[in-house]
Structures are given as structure tokens and as C-alpha cells.
């Protein structure tokens, strides 16, 4: 029986040479990687800063932070999400506001997202799926028609590094992108994440302010602080301690080196995929690419017609007794213990739950070869049409 994990990182010598050199250095913590690995994240991304962090939801976190976003505003986001794009909000003190997908898609509606926008909307956090990015010329519409472009427009694009929207890699369309580097991603630091923005809103400092932010809000990096002579420092907010570190970045920028060829990997599984199951009447493909999209290959969610949420973990355990791991992307917020008790219902939320219940995500990474996504498919087919019979 095969042993097929659902997202291994793909780490190669080169990377670990990277750690090393860092280790060997004399100096591990946010220092000169971190500070080229920014470099190399705002070129790659077509952006004029990049900030890198200890995670996406810190980038988060520092946004509303610096733009004072807290009790009493509103901050509306999607229901289909990874819990992090909503903790941040509860964090400030904001329940969030849910607007529902689109039917039959996994991204918000935006007609929903017009309603939903009162005088007290301070900010609007969407979600990239899957590495497909929102339509976000639409969002920028949508508060242009609610002639509210003071709302602070952030993208959630934990999935979606090295997408592309009209031709341009994500990271500069929304006012701020935040990417996630964590271990399941397509580029890894282990744990991690960036802040990607063109416009400073009338604060030249914008970018020192986050990373001052990041760092307890100690005035002076930890680097120029160790200086001889150097140590005295001020505190001039109460920032969080989310800084990236180092051997953090030394992997990224090892990752980033050869990032194109791992996303044509990817891309190479998702073709597998689609090239066998095209034909299957049952299966509803997941978005690869069109004249204003491309995704980044990040997950493969296959939806499945006439699956029940019964029928489709019943699919996901006859794969894992094939030596297949699978997984389900995502579960709605409000069906969580957490938001129930906060008063959500996923009643309310009818086109979330219809994307979820048969909904599998199979693995897609830079290192799974073609033979072992053949297999992938071969036993998926295999068990629908056994599922199916019952």
C-alpha cells in the first residue's frame, strides 16, 4: 500500500545549507536575511514594501492595529475561511460580520457585501482560495458604488503566493495582501508570513511602524540594538512580538530561488487531476485559470455532486485505507463551538455549508510525483463509484 501525505514540505539541501549559514553566522534572530528576504518578496510580488512576520494572522493583527480598527467598528469577512481571518477581529473586540459566498462559489458575494456595508465599516477582509484570488476590481467597485473607499480592503491571501490577477502576481491589488509561509503552503519558512502594500495612506513610515509594532514596539531591531554601545531604546507602542527570524527567511529565500519550478510541479498534479476526471459527470472541478486568473496551484478542491457531508468523509476514510490523505477545506466558521456560542448559525450562512458538504481537497504538492497522483485519482474514482452504488 502506498504512503501518500496530504502536504510535506519541500525542502532540499539547498535550504538546509541556507539554515546553516545562519546558524554558523552568529546571529539567528530578524537580521540581514530577513531584511533581503523583504527585498525579494516586494520584487517578487510587483509591491513597494513587504514586511515579513512570524505568521499571516500577525500580519493581520498589525493591520488593524495600526490603522486603530476596535470595539465599536465593524470589520466584515467571509464564513469560509480558516479560523485566523476571524480570530484577528474577535482579538480587537469586533464581532465579525459574515457575508455568505456566492452560490456555488467559494468566494463573497459581493452584492451581499454592498448591503452589508454601514457607516460603521472600518475594514473588509477577503479570502483567497484554494491559491485563486478574489476578484478584487470588483470589491474596489463595490465600495466605489458605496462611495465608501475609506474602507481599509485586505486581502487574506494565505493561499494564493505566486497567483496571478490580470496578468499581475498578487500582492499590490488589494491595499494590503497577506501571505501565509507556514509549513502546508507552497513556500514555506516553516512558520511565517508577509505583508505586501503600495499605499503608505499619508504615513511615510508605514512599513518601520509595522515592524516596530512586531517587535513589542521597541524602537530599535534587535540587531542594531546588540551593537556595542547601542542598547538604549524606547517603547512607543504596545506592540505584539511576531518578527520573523533569520533562519525563517534563509529558508524562504531558498524556496523563492526555485519557487517557479515547485509551482509547475503543481501545476503538473492539478493537470493529472483534471485530465482524469474531466469526463466524470459526478465531478465538479475546482478553478484553474482564465483571462483575469490563474491560481497558484495551492489546493485541488474537488466537489462532488449528490455527496452528502456523510458520503464524502466516508470517501476521505476508503482513501486513507488506500495509504491517501485527504482533507476538507474549509469547515464554515459558525459551525465551530467557538462562533456557535457567539450566536452564529450556519442557517444563516446556506451557501457556505452547500460548498463544504462535498467538498475533498486532494494532495497537491511540489514533490508528489505523476505516478502517485495517478494512483490518487485511480482510487478516488473508484470509490465514488463504490459510494455511489450503496
Same mark, same amino acid.
Given at each position: ?33 530577513? &531584511? ?23 500580519? *493581520?493583527? /498589525? ?37 455568505? &459566498? ?5 468566494? /463573497?458575494?459581493?452584492?451581499? *457585501? ?72 507552497? /513556500? ?96 465538479? *472541478? ?51 463551538? *467557538? ?28 514533490? /508528489? ?11 478516488? &474514482? ?9
Amino acid at each position: 500500500m502506498k504512503n501518500i501525505p496530504f502536504s510535506p514540505p519541500d525542502i532540499t539541501e539547498h535550504e538546509k545549507k541556507a539554515v546553516m549559514d545562519v546558524l554558523e553566522s552568529g546571529w539567528i534572530t530578524t537580521g540581514p536575511r530577513t &531584511v533581503e528576504f523583504e527585498e525579494k518578496i516586494s520584487e517578487y510580488c510587483c509591491t513597494n514594501e513587504a514586511v515579513t512576520l512570524s505568521s499571516n494572522t500577525a500580519g *493581520l493583527e /498589525l493591520i488593524l492595529k495600526a490603522f486603530n480598527i476596535k470595539e465599536g467598528d465593524e470589520v466584515i469577512t467571509t464564513p469560509y475561511t480558516y479560523t485566523a481571518t476571524a480570530n484577528v477581529i474577535l482579538h480587537r473586540g469586533i464581532m465579525p460580520k459574515f457575508v455568505d &459566498v456566492k452560490e456555488e462559489s467559494f468566494f /463573497l458575494d459581493e452584492q451581499n *457585501l454592498f448591503d452589508a456595508i454601514t457607516p460603521k465599516t472600518k475594514a473588509i477582509i477577503t479570502v483567497d482560495f484554494a491559491g485563486v484570488p478574489v476578484d478584487y476590481d470588483s470589491i474596489r467597485e463595490v465600495l466605489k458604488a458605496k462611495n465608501r473607499e475609506d474602507i481599509i480592503f485586505i486581502s487574506d491571501s494565505a493561499h494564493s503566493f505566486g497567483a496571478k490577477y490580470k496578468g499581475e502576481r498578487v500582492g499590490g491589488q488589494a491595499d494590503f495582501h497577506v501571505f501565509s509561509f507556514h509549513a502546508v503552503k507552497n /513556500l514555506t519558512t516553516s512558520e511565517g508570513g508577509a505583508v505586501t502594500f503600495n499605499n503608505y495612506f499619508g504615513r511615510d513610515d508605514l512599513k518601520k511602524e509595522l515592524k516596530i509594532t512586531s517587535l513589542h514596539g521597541q524602537s530599535k531591531d534587535a540587531l542594531s540594538k546588540m551593537k556595542a554601545g547601542a542598547w538604549k531604546y524606547d517603547i512607543v507602542t504596545d506592540g505584539f512580538k511576531c518578527n520573523m527570524t533569520d533562519i525563517n527567511a534563509a529558508i524562504g529565500l531558498s524556496q523563492l530561488s526555485r519557487y517557479d519550478v515547485m509551482l509547475k510541479n503543481r501545476k503538473a498534479i492539478f493537470d493529472t487531476y483534471n485530465k482524469a476526471l474531466c469526463d466524470k459527470e459526478w465531478a465538479i *472541478l475546482p478553478f484553474k485559470s482564465d483571462e483575469n486568473k490563474e491560481t497558484s496551484y495551492h489546493l485541488y478542491p474537488l466537489r462532488i455532486k449528490r455527496f452528502s457531508e456523510e458520503m464524502r468523509d466516508k470517501l476521505i476514510q476508503n482513501l486513507a485505507n488506500k495509504g491517501i490523505a485527504t482533507n476538507v477545506h474549509y469547515m464554515p466558521l459558525p459551525m465551530f463551538t *467557538l462562533y456557535k456560542n457567539l450566536g452564529y448559525n450556519i442557517k444563516d450562512y446556506p451557501n457556505a455549508y452547500k460548498q463544504y458538504v462535498n467538498e475533498i481537497s486532494l494532495p497537491i504538492y511540489s514533490t /508528489l510525483t505523476l505516478e502517485d497522483a495517478e494512483y490518487v485519482v485511480k482510487e478516488l &474514482v473508484k470509490s465514488v463509484a463504490e459510494i455511489e452504488k450503496r
